[in-house]
């Protein structure tokens, strides 16, 4: 079982930045993958970014050149700095965690943090 806590959504004009925060405890040791996830009203959850246990990193492709994954494993942290926000990048922003890496469901989420972005 792993816990996830999101942290440091909030409102930012365009063209602003914010940096996301996902603090992860339990078994984190089964931890293969760490994701970001978001859901604007309406939409479908969509993946933004991942990062797997070996460094290597995915990206959506309306989120690439502006989002950076990253995870600090002293801190057992994944990271989301988000750079040249737009306004249709507001959504409920989810960290999400996956053990089996041949998985697609991923196994624990964490709350949701909520990302404004202002016009």
């Known amino acids: 079982q792993v816990q996830l806590v999101e942290s440091g959504g909030g409102l930012v004009q365009a063209g602003g930045s914010l940096r996301l925060s996902c603090a992860a405890s339990?078994?984190?040791?089964?931890?293969?993958?760490m994701a970001w996830y978001r859901q604007a009203p309406g939409d479908k959850r969509e993946q933004v970014a991942a990062?797997?246990?070996?460094?290597?990193?995915n990206y959506a492709d309306s989120v690439k050149g502006r989002f950076t994954i990253s995870r600090d494993n002293a801190k057992n942290t994944v990271y989301l700095q988000m750079n040249s926000l737009k306004p249709e990048d507001t959504a409920v922003y989810y960290c999400?965690?996956?053990?089996?890496?041949?998985?697609?469901?991923?196994?624990?989420w964490g709350q949701g943090t909520l990302v404004t972005v202002s016009s």
């Open positions: 339990g078994s984190i040791f089964s931890i293969s993958v």
């Open positions: 990062i797997t246990s070996g460094g290597s990193t």
């Open positions: 999400a965690a996956l053990f089996d890496p041949y998985d697609s469901d991923y196994d624990s």
